[in-house]
């Protein structure tokens, strides 16, 4: 379940030559979220940079390497990227491991039966990666820079105090309280000694059937399996009227949006709507009125999570 | 014997941080013709990509990608890089793995009770890669875009005919006569269906210490062990009066330097001066006069080789 966690954005599934396809659908029906962008191209590529927590690229690992220097941006920024060669031997995350690569490679690993090599040093020293928390807490680092200097202060054996937030399973080298030497502190304006995490501020758009019942339960229950801090959401938006229960129930604005107004939304990460949305003309619903409501700027932090008659997505903007 | 051939400047290892000093010294002890630079930082690393032919990063594979994104410039023209974790459970071959990387992962894994991680087409298939033809036969692809339509054709059971150079042990796919629908020319001007290897002009740099005797046949058995095609040795150089008997033999121009000629060179690449050197204020012999004699745009190509008593190096010129 956690692991689901680092990847709210889902993972692309990129085939780097025809050789690849095969074993890149077997990966894509293995996992969850992911989606199989097709054989490598240039546009295929960047979309999965930029829209996407994860990528695996079925190719060598040094085709991959290349792929990675054209395409990433930086760290924090960049999806976790593993390569998984044509016939299924190895994972290797190839960038971002802390950042959720080292967890994908397992999983992918583990759905085609080959080994996850991995081998960085949070790993070897077992500790879990405190790049997980931004993932989390869907929030973002002031300063990534200040990773490596809270790392070699893990490395030797600290402690942190985690600051406005609860640690969540696995850091054990977090605390609540203690005589700490360093801080994580979920808010803004740190200290030389403190690492800030910016929360985002989230906006969750909601699409129905006509048939959907108890909605103003199932969404939040929905947001808190991806572990959305509902206190943090800032909106429901979506084409339906009926949505409006969800806003009420939570105690937050709601935004009604009109299909033309969802349709004018030019973002480059929307989930290829269904077949019966296509029908109709719409694009989107979940997450483009998410990210309407979030305004200029919007990042999408969940891509729409299908649960049988209603779909929910979450979308966010910070200033860092 | 064969894999010293693809590194004739010689491999470079690099410790990521504190941590990775201690296996990189005995990762260095270990392989022939390697020189432990010391700790990361921006001029080593440069050093390291422009001036070897292999570069052993002791960090972890996705701190050796960044390195890579950083530092590389094209296929080619870039070190085979090995990323050795500083656990030495695995060794990687980052970028290049084509280009000796594959052999350099498995040298280091070896030296180090680790494993290799080997994952490209050309090794999972058996053949031993076109890319060794180039540093084999001291030569520079014309088109190095080309390979990826040539390898396509061997993957596919394609025979390639070679054309004025005989195919070195463990190319059982390039014959030198046959029914070929691609041929590998050493040499100029290339149709579609031919792939060019502009063969470099080589010339020599003898260093010699006075006891050092029989230099005009000591000095080509050194230049065959590691390859290098008499034939196309263009001129021996030095600062010895003596080594003209090495001209002499293979009826050669000879070129007396002064070790003010010397001094004045500016070459990022030349190897580090034995204290002896150092002692009597001579940058370099064998690698400088090599460079010197062949000129402007000359690369270095084989990293002066020690003997007892003398040296040698190989500079090389080509228009590409």
Not at 2 to 31: H, W, Y
Not at 112 to 127: H, M, P, Y
């Amino acid at each position: 379940m956690l692991k689901d966690l680092l990847f709210p954005r889902g993972v692309a599934v990129i085939a780097g030559s025809k050789k690849g396809i095969e074993l890149a659908k077997v990966v894509n029906r293995s996992l969850k979220h992911s989606y199989f962008l097709g054989e490598y191209s240039e546009e295929v590529v960047r979309q999965a940079f930029k829209c996407f927590d994860g990528v695996i690229l079925i190719m060598s690992f040094s085709g991959a390497v290349r792929v990675v220097c054209k395409y990433s941006t930086k760290k924090g920024e960049d999806p976790a990227v593993v390569a998984v060669d044509s016939s299924g031997k190895f994972a290797i995350p190839v960038v971002n491991s802390h950042w959720g690569g080292n967890e994908l490679a397992s999983l992918v690993a583990n759905s085609v039966g080959g080994s996850a090599i991995l081998n960085t040093q949070a790993e070897e020293v077992g500790i879990r990666p405190l790049e997980h928390l931004a993932k989390l807490l869907y929030a973002k680092f002031e300063d990534v820079g200040k990773l490596a200097k809270v790392y070699s202060h893990v490395l030797d054996g600290g402690i942190l105090c985690a600051e406005n937030f609860d640690p969540p399973s696995g850091f054990d080298y977090v605390v609540t309280r203690g005589n700490c030497s360093f801080t994580v502190k979920l808010g803004r304006g740190c200290k030389e000694d403190e690492l800030c995490l910016i929360p985002y501020e989230l906006f969750v758009g909601v699409g129905l059937k006509d048939e959907a019942r108890d909605i103003e339960d199932r969404v939040p229950g929905i947001l808190a399996q991806y572990g959305v801090p509902l206190s943090r959401v800032k909106g429901i938006a979506s084409i339906k009227e009926r949505a409006k229960s969800v806003a009420d129930k939570l105690n937050l604005p709601f935004r009604l949006f009109s299909v033309d107004e969802l349709n004018s939304l030019d973002h480059d990460c929307l989930s290829p709507p269904s077949d019966k949305l296509r029908e109709e003309g719409i694009r989107g619903v979940a997450e483009a009125s998410a990210l309407m409501m979030a305004g200029k700027g919007a990042r999408l932090l969940l891509r729409k999570v299908k649960a049988h008659d209603l779909t929910v997505a979450v979308a966010g903007v910070v200033d860092v």
